[in-house]
């Protein structure tokens, strides 16, 4: 227990270390939950609506089925 108090107390990272961290962590995470939307459905979920906020994708498959 101790040693996670002085890791919270002064780790000596500098706050641009952490920053980049965090940026990059909330990156991967808004870059997942996109490509996440924008994949097959899992079976179940083929009817799901998809957020306004994610953009719609056309795949090959799409364009193929059109033609």
Same mark, same amino acid.
């Given at each position: 227990?101790?040693?996670?108090?002085?890791?919270?107390?002064?780790?000596?990272?500098?706050?641009? %270390?952490? #920053?980049?961290? $965090? &940026? !990059? %962590?909330? #990156?991967?995470? $808004? &870059? !997942?939950?996109? #490509?996440?939307?924008?994949?097959?459905?899992?079976?179940?979920?083929?009817?799901?609506?998809?957020?306004?906020?994610?953009?719609?994708?056309?795949?090959?498959?799409?364009?193929?089925?059109?033609?």
């Amino acid at each position: 227990m101790q040693i996670l108090m002085d890791a919270a107390a002064g780790s000596g990272l500098p706050i641009t %270390f952490t #920053a980049v961290y $965090i &940026i !990059g %962590f909330l #990156a991967a995470v $808004i &870059i !997942g939950s996109i #490509a996440w939307y924008n994949s097959k459905r899992p079976p179940g979920w083929e009817n799901a609506q998809r957020p306004d906020i994610v953009p719609d994708l056309e795949t090959d498959s799409d364009e193929q089925s059109e033609s």
